[in-house]
Nanobody, 120 residues
Framework: QVQLVESGGGLVQAGGSLRLSCAASGRTFSRHVMGWFRQAPGKEREFVAKISWSGGSTDYADSVKGRFTISRDNAKNTVYLQMNSLKPEDTAIYYC?????????????WGQGTQVTVSS
């Protein structure tokens, strides 16, 4: 069982940056693939980024590639999403997710989400 709590969301102007954090409980965090997803109003939840258990492999949605960076600190049971050059279309609730094996979907554990709002 893994419990996830996101933080770091807020209001930022276009072009600005935010860093989201996701703190995980449980001793098996380092064995889990971690992902970030987002859901904008009126839209389906979409994949943003994922990172392997070791941190050696990452994957990004085309819409955020080159602007967002996912990383993890297994000693702190935390995964991060550094978001730079933010755009109004990045406005959404951002969720972190975890599973032992996962790609761009199929995650078993989810956080409650943190709101990110980008003003133009």
């Amino acid at each position: 069982q893994v419990q996830l709590v996101e933080s770091g969301g807020g209001l930022v102007q276009a072009g600005g940056s935010l860093r989201l954090s996701c703190a995980a409980s449980g001793r098996t965090f380092s064995r889990h693939v971690m992902g970030w997803f987002r859901q904008a109003p009126g839209k389906e939840r979409e994949f943003v980024a994922k990172i392997s258990w070791s941190g050696g492999s990452t994957d990004y949605a085309d819409s955020v590639k080159g602007r967002f960076t996912i990383s993890r600190d297994n000693a702190k049971n935390t995964v991060y999403l550094q978001m730079n050059s933010l755009k109004p279309e990045d406005t959404a609730i951002y969720y972190c997710a975890a599973d032992v094996v996962a790609g761009r979907n199929g995650y078993a554990y989810w956080g409650q989400g943190t709101q990110v709002t980008v003003s133009s």
